[in-house]
């Protein structure tokens, strides 16, 4: 094979590497197990299966007469001590390492063609963070859940007690602890995202095959309607400016047609101002514009002034007349914050000037006069209650959301009128509105996926060429070719061989040229030899 085929190929059988990230409970064995099926259809066989779990139970002592939530919590603890000792991403490290080793140990270093790694299960947003700057595009990450009753009654039935249960499914989804578990936010960066049903496993089966069959160049699997909407909706959260997240939303009709867009932002009407031109002066636009030109956040000033009020009015020896000074309220509040979390008081959100994204989008709808009734609501993140309640007024009949947000009241404030994704199905009758999780390739890599050629990987043919407008037959195996392969050169290695291929084709070029140059000599010494016309 050619320098020039080579680099243009890009790999074809390139090594792959697959991660789950999934809430305690999750039946995760059907998944991997889906995975390899799929995977085995376009030739790739297993690689080095991962087990963080594994390692860890063999790191740690296991004390006599363990009962499984023990191990359980035993196994949460060892990996949350090693985080804190070692690193956020050691655990991916170490995951990392035990795939390098099988690679040196089965060809002494070298790529192992065909081959699909598969770790399972990351809990921390840096575990998947590093995992991404090692293996680039060529990674991976699935974010398989379940109902929460659904894990729950899992766990039971390995004789979890049904209390320390739900306390370890509390305390995976989130710690406090920066080192602690984080599976809810390591769940937000997946790549895809598959929500399983027990009793419905082929549905799982189609699902990650339609994931592994997209990996693979197939170029017939158009996006869903929720994806699409899905990644209008992450697009929208782009204009926000807000200092402390970015959120979008978008409102689609009956049929599924995008009606309108938001992002959290600070209200500008039917001229947004998230988006000043260059030419306004800052100085008259920060009283009204968004709080970037303020210079603060409005929401934690205010939050921190009321609780600076209530720790001097109630704490002896912090009284004081006078207001302090922002600087100030943020150390006194330093002082007390074991105290006041848990309380409430701290995720307080009412002070915050941006719209919220759900809001932004229902009045763009108001504005542009088309209703949203019967249609649905795709949002980054899970509404706050305070949007909950404007969505049902709304008349929209669905939400979709990836991102969980555990401040929201939602469900202890309009449990009536809203059904959540671990309540059992509503009927056909039921007019709640639906709170359902999202599924399907997420946005981070849907043009990666789905574009012909704007994606970062390969770009994919649907048609041949000229065939009279034939599409191409796809067949599994003879023409799967990973659209985004894991290459082992770095970009120093492949800077070398463009280089190569450059100076080979300069060299071609110039044979050619001295070929020509010497014809055209032979051709002219001949022409002056001929006799002139009438000698």
């Known amino acids: 094979m050619s320098i020039r085929t080579d680099i243009a190929t890009e790999l074809p059988d390139a090594e792959l590497v697959f991660a789950f990230v999934a809430p305690l409970g999750t039946p995760l064995k059907a998944v991997e197990e889906a995975l390899h099926q799929a995977l085995s259809a376009h030739g790739y066989s ?47 490290l170490l995951a990392i390492s035990t795939v390098k080793a099988a690679r040196e140990e089965a060809e002494e270093g070298a ?4 081959q699909a790694h598969v770790i399972r299960s990351l809990k921390h947003p840096d575990e998947v963070r590093r995992l991404r700057h090692v293996y680039g595009k060529g990674f991976f990450l699935i974010g398989a859940t379940a109902p929460r009753d659904v894990r729950l009654q899992a766990l039971i039935e390995k004789n979890f007690p049904k209390d320390e249960a739900q306390r370890l499914l509390d305390k995976d989804a989130s710690e406090e602890a920066a080192s602690g578990q984080q599976t809810r936010d390591a769940f937000d960066l997946a790549d895809a995202y598959v929500r399983l049903d027990p009793t419905k496993t082929e549905q799982a089966v189609k699902k990650i095959r339609r994931i592994v069959d997209l990996l693979f160049s197939y170029p017939f699997h158009p996006p869903t309607p929720e994806e699409h909407a899905m990644f ?49 002066d800052t100085a008259t636009t920060e009283a009204a514009g968004p709080d970037y030109l303020r210079g603060y956040d409005s929401n934690e000033r ?96 669905e939400v979709f959301y990836v991102e969980p947000y555990p401040k929201s009241k939602a469900r202890d404030l309009h449990g009536d009128e809203i059904c959540l994704p671990d309540e059992e199905a509503p009927g056909d009758d039921d007019e709640r509105v639906r709170f359902r999780a999202f599924e399907g390739v997420g946005p981070r890599r849907f043009l990666d996926l789905f574009s012909l050629t704007l994606g970062s990987g390969r770009p994919v043919m649907r048609k041949k060429k000229g065939a009279d407008g034939q599409r191409v037959d796809w067949q599994p195996g003879q023409d799967s070719r990973p659209r985004l392969p894991l290459d082992p050169r770095s970009y120093i290695e492949r800077e070398v061989a463009a280089a190569e291929i450059f100076g080979q084709s300069r060299q071609n070029h110039d044979k050619v040229g001295d070929q020509e140059g010497e014809h055209g000599r032979e051709a002219a010494e001949a022409k002056d030899d001929e006799p002139e016309a009438g000698a």
């Open 46 to 92: 297993p690689g080095v299966s991962v087990r963080i779990s594994k390692l860890l139970d063999e790191m740690v002592e296991t004390p006599p007469e363990e009962r499984p939530h023990q191990r359980q919590e035993r196994l949460m603890d060892a990996g949350n001590n090693l985080r804190e000792k070692r690193g956020n991403d050691h655990l991916a």
């Open 111 to 114: 790529p192992l063609r065909r």
């Open 232 to 280: 209008m909706a992450y697009a929208a959260a782009l204009k926000s400016s807000d200092l402390s997240r970015q959120v979008g939303a978008v409102v689609t009709s009956a049929k599924g047609d995008v009606l309108a867009s938001g992002a959290n932002d600070a209200p500008g009407g039917i001229q947004p101002r998230s988006c000043p031109s260059p030419e306004l």
């Open 302 to 397: 205010e939050r921190n002034r009321i609780l600076s009020r209530v720790i001097r009015a109630l704490v002896p020896g912090e009284e004081g007349e006078a207001e302090l000074a922002p600087a100030d309220r943020a150390k006194l509040i330093e002082r007390y914050k074991e105290q006041l979390k848990g309380t409430g008081i701290l995720d307080l959100t009412e002070f915050g000037r941006a719209v919220h994204a759900e809001m932004a989008a229902l009045m763009a709808c108001v504005r542009i006069g088309v209703s949203p009734r019967g249609g649905a609501l795709y949002c980054t993140t899970f509404p706050c209650h305070n949007c909950a309640k404007h969505i049902v007024a709304s008349g929209v009949r």
